[in-house]
T-cell receptor
C-alpha cells in the first residue's frame, strides 16, 4: 500500500502570508507525485504532477498562487501564496498505486484558513 | 476539457434504505477514461471506493456498485442498504492517461451523504 504523509494538517494563514506544505511518500515504486486543491464547496482539481527531484512548476488560479517543487524522490512541496482573505482551501497530494498505476492514492490533506 | 457532473448534495436517506448518486462524464482527452468513485470521511483523506477501467464492466466494494456505461457516459453509484458508517462525501472522477502514473483525475463536485436521524 502506498502511504503518504502531509504536514501541516491545518493552518491559519494571516492575510498576505505564504504557507509551505509538505508531502512525504512512504512506499511506492512509481515516481510521480501530484497536488490537488479544493476551495470550500467547489471542485477538487488537479494542480501539478512532478516526477523528478528538482522539477518545479508554478500556477496562478483565482484566489491563490502555487509553486510546486519535487525536492527528493520521496518529498513534494507546495507553496501557496496570495490567498484571498476569508478563504478555506484544502490541498492534498497523491501518488499512483496498484497494478498498472491506474489508481491515485491520496494523502490526508491540509486545510488552510486565511484570516 | 474533461468534466464530471454528479448529484448535488446533501443527500439524506434513512438507514437500510437504498442510495443512488448519479455521475455523468464528458471526456475530450481520451475516448475511454478510467472511472473512479472516491470517498472522504470526516477528518480523513480521499479513499478509493471502487474503479472500473473497462466500458461495460461493473465495479463493487463495501456494498457499493457502479457500472461503466459508455453509451450514456454514466457511472452511477448505488448501495442497496445504507448504514451510519456510509455517511461521507462521495466523489466521481475520471482518469485521463490510463496505464501511466502521471494520469490526472478530473473530479465532480462531491456529494455529501448522511443518514436521516
Amino acid at each position: 500500500v502506498t502511504l503518504l504523509e502531509q504536514n501541516p494538517r491545518w493552518r491559519l494563514v494571516p492575510r498576505g502570508q505564504a504557507v509551505n506544505l509538505r508531502c512525504i511518500l512512504k512506499n511506492s515504486q512509481y515516481p510521480w507525485m501530484s497536488w490537488y486543491q479544493q476551495d470550500l464547496q467547489k471542485q477538487l482539481q488537479w494542480l501539478f504532477t512532478l516526477r523528478s527531484p528538482g522539477d518545479k512548476e508554478v500556477k496562478s488560479l483565482p484566489g491563490a498562487d502555487y509553486l510546486a517543487t519535487r525536492v527528493t524522490d520521496t518529498e513534494l512541496r507546495l507553496q501557496v501564496a496570495n490567498m484571498s482573505q476569508g478563504r478555506t482551501l484544502y490541498c492534498t497530494c497523491s501518488a499512483p498505486t496498484g497494478k498498472g498505476q491506474d489508481t491515485q492514492y491520496f494523502g490526508p490533506g491540509t486545510r488552510l484558513l486565511v484570516l | 476539457g474533461d468534466s464530471v457532473t454528479q448529484t448535488e448534495g446533501p443527500v439524506t436517506v434513512s438507514e437500510s434504505e437504498s442510495l443512488i448518486i448519479n455521475c455523468t462524464y464528458s471526456a475530450t482527452s481520451i475516448a475511454y477514461p478510467n472511472l473512479f468513485w472516491y470517498v472522504r470521511y470526516p477528518g480523513e483523506g480521499l479513499q478509493l471506493l471502487l474503479k472500473v477501467i473497462t466500458a461495460g464492466q461493473k465495479g463493487s466494494s463495501r456494498g457499493f456498485e457502479a457500472t461503466y456505461n459508455k453509451e450514456t457516459t454514466s457511472f452511477h453509484l448505488q448501495k442497496a442498504s445504507v448504514q451510519e458508517s456510509d455517511s461521507a462525501v462521495y466523489y466521481c472522477a475520471l482518469g485521463d492517461l490510463p496505464g501511466t502514473g502521471s494520469n490526472r483525475l478530473t473530479f465532480g463536485k462531491g456529494t455529501k451523504f448522511s443518514l436521516i436521524p
